[in-house]
């Protein structure tokens, strides 16, 4: 059987999309609106419900966490708001999720950045208060409206961009990285996933260059794949047992490497775990190591060693980190190791 839930059931991308927000919004009588305090201060001034009674929670202050979903989600009921709002990054777009989540209200999403999917999945992703991933959680349903405004999103950082598309590069790397599990039937979702995947890699290749020096349509292009084809890609997934080793990187060295992680933006970390997971899985489609490598230093700017993250490659970090990526692969520490040494 195949079964495939879609992140959001409505994605609205173009300038002025926070016009159309406030359209689909209309009659709404009261909302809570969940967001960081950059995300906040950029999306309030652009965004204007007419008639309704807006209440605004305490900006979010580094990692989304449960404890404080679950203070803004007693906040919403209390103001008996109809509906969740949220403006910002990824941290942000998870944390109004949770709120949603906790509250039985519905969500709407103006991601403020390109710099990861989070918007138009039901993935909620929090931490507790040491920093640490909390578990996987999700949506019991579509978030139910996404809207990137172009002209918002044209006024964030380069850097968040660029973080996004190394976020997205993971999506090629993860799904290849069934082949790392002799026992992996072939199916439908997983070849699906990999011609997506491999779509949203021409995408990034071709268009990202001239998006970071702020061509207006290969930034649309970025925008598009950033916030919905990942998003896609995620929601179609497979039934072969993948790796998803980038990621289990990222989480590692947030859990190990707290210092070190707050430096970069999470697609920057997820970058370098990309180049860890295309040396185990090797050329995927053409695509080498070393071309993806040449990518994220030459076009992106973003790290690609060990030494860029400021991380510690002695024997004993190396196989902490080893341990906690494998543990949650289900690969060899000994093949993880390895590999993580070639960084």
Partial sequence: MIEILQGAARYVQGPGALSRMAQDLR?????????????????????????ARIETGEPLAGKSTWEQARALA??????????????????????AKAVAALSGRRVYLAPT????????????????????RSGAYALPRPVDGVYADEA?????????????????????????????YPDNPPEPRWRSAMAQALHLMDVYFSCAADALAGDETARSEVVYANLQLVSAITATGSNRRTGEIAHAFYNGVTALFPEQRARFLHGEIVGVGVLLEMEMTGTIAGYTRKSAAAFLREVLACPTTLSDLGLPADEVSLARLSAYISERSGLSPTSVVVALGTL
């Fill in 152 to 180: 918002l999103l044209a006024k964030a950082p380069a850097r968040t961009l660029a973080a996004g598309i190394a976020d997205g590069m993971a999506k090629l790397s993860e799904t290849a990285s069934a082949c790392l």
């Fill in 113 to 132: 950045t390109a710099a990861t999917c989070a918007a138009a999945t039901t993935l909620i992703a929090l931490y507790d208060g040491q920093g640490r």
């Fill in 74 to 95: 007693e906040r919403a009921v209390r103001a008996d708001a109809q509906a969740i709002l949220g403006a910002g990054g990824g941290a942000a777009m998870d944390l």
């Fill in 27 to 51: 009659g709404l009588e009261s909302a809570f609106v969940v967001g960081g305090k950059t995300g906040l201060a950029a999306f309030l001034p652009a965004f204007r419900l007419e008639g």
